[in-house]
């Protein structure tokens, strides 16, 4: 664990880039659900950060929030007035760790169908999300920064740590079996993009 510097309270310029595989939803949020024939009343995101070493970005729920204590990827509602989901993507996750987006590789499922967008309500039930989750590159040498109101920790966490659900004798569960399945899909197709570029390598040597 990492003790984390305080929140900037002012955002940047944000100045991303994207792969083609996730440019339909570079399009307002309420757009994609009239786009998609959609009822859902709005959509949220998600972002899987890996650092050099393969790690992902986990950050630990307050304890006053929701799902106290539990781990889960940066990420959150897309705000109306985003410029498209994907901004609402790089929002989120410079407003919860203080990074600055680079660039969107592409979207990682949930693992339950093999489909991107995992569905879920906010406290009271009475309103309908559906999250999509992206891969995303930042660039090296920022620091975490949480806001305290919403997040206590943070950690790189390696694959094993995240299929475990611990690091040594440090339990560090995760919200639900949907961000169990996503961060297992995260990864799995991360080595397979490594995989294909290691193989690219060779045949080109």
Same mark, same amino acid.
């Given at each position: 664990?990492?003790?984390?510097?305080?929140?900037?309270?002012? +955002?940047?310029?944000?100045?991303?880039?994207?792969?083609?595989?996730? /440019?339909? =939803?570079?399009?307002?949020?309420?757009? $994609?659900?009239?786009?998609?024939?959609?009822? $859902?009343? #709005?959509?949220? /995101?998600?972002?899987?950060?890996?650092?050099?070493?393969?790690?992902?970005?986990? *950050?630990?729920?307050?304890?006053?929030?929701?799902?106290?204590?539990? $781990? @889960?990827? +940066?990420?959150? #509602? !897309?705000?109306?007035?985003?410029?498209?989901?994907?901004?609402?993507?790089?929002?989120?996750? =410079?407003?919860?760790?203080?990074?600055?987006?680079?660039?969107?590789?592409?979207? !990682? +499922?949930?693992?339950?169908?093999?489909?991107?967008?995992?569905?879920?309500?906010?406290?009271?039930?009475?309103?309908?999300?559906?999250?999509?989750?992206? &891969? !995303?590159?930042?660039?090296?040498?920022?620091? !975490?920064?949480?806001?305290?109101?919403?997040?206590?920790?943070?950690?790189?966490? %390696?694959?094993?740590?995240? %299929?475990?659900?611990? *690091?040594?004798?440090?339990?560090?569960?995760?919200?639900?079996? *949907?961000?169990?399945?996503?961060?297992?899909?995260?990864?799995?197709?991360?080595?397979?993009? &490594?995989? @294909?570029?290691?193989?690219?390598?060779?045949?080109?040597?």
């Amino acid at each position: 664990m990492t003790e984390a510097t305080p929140p900037l309270k002012s +955002p940047p310029q944000f100045d991303f880039t994207f792969d083609e595989s996730v /440019s339909e =939803w570079n399009v307002p949020g309420p757009q $994609w659900l009239k786009d998609n024939d959609k009822t $859902w009343d #709005a959509l949220a /995101s998600g972002a899987l950060v890996f650092d050099a070493q393969g790690r992902v970005l986990l *950050i630990q729920r307050a304890a006053s929030d929701s799902m106290p204590n539990r $781990w @889960e990827i +940066p990420g959150g #509602a !897309v705000d109306p007035e985003d410029p498209s989901v994907l901004y609402g993507c790089a929002r989120e996750l =410079w407003e919860e760790t203080g990074l600055v987006l680079r660039h969107i590789r592409r979207v !990682v +499922p949930d693992g339950l169908d093999a489909r991107p967008g995992a569905i879920f309500t906010n406290r009271t039930g009475q309103r309908f999300f559906c999250k999509f989750s992206f &891969e !995303v590159d930042v660039p090296e040498g920022q620091e !975490v920064r949480l806001d305290p109101n919403e997040h206590q920790d943070f950690v790189w966490a %390696t694959e094993e740590m995240v %299929t475990s659900q611990a *690091i040594a004798e440090r339990k560090i569960p995760l919200t639900n079996s *949907i961000m169990v399945n996503l961060l297992r899909k995260g990864f799995e197709m991360r080595r397979a993009s &490594e995989e @294909e570029k290691a193989g690219a390598v060779t045949r080109d040597s």
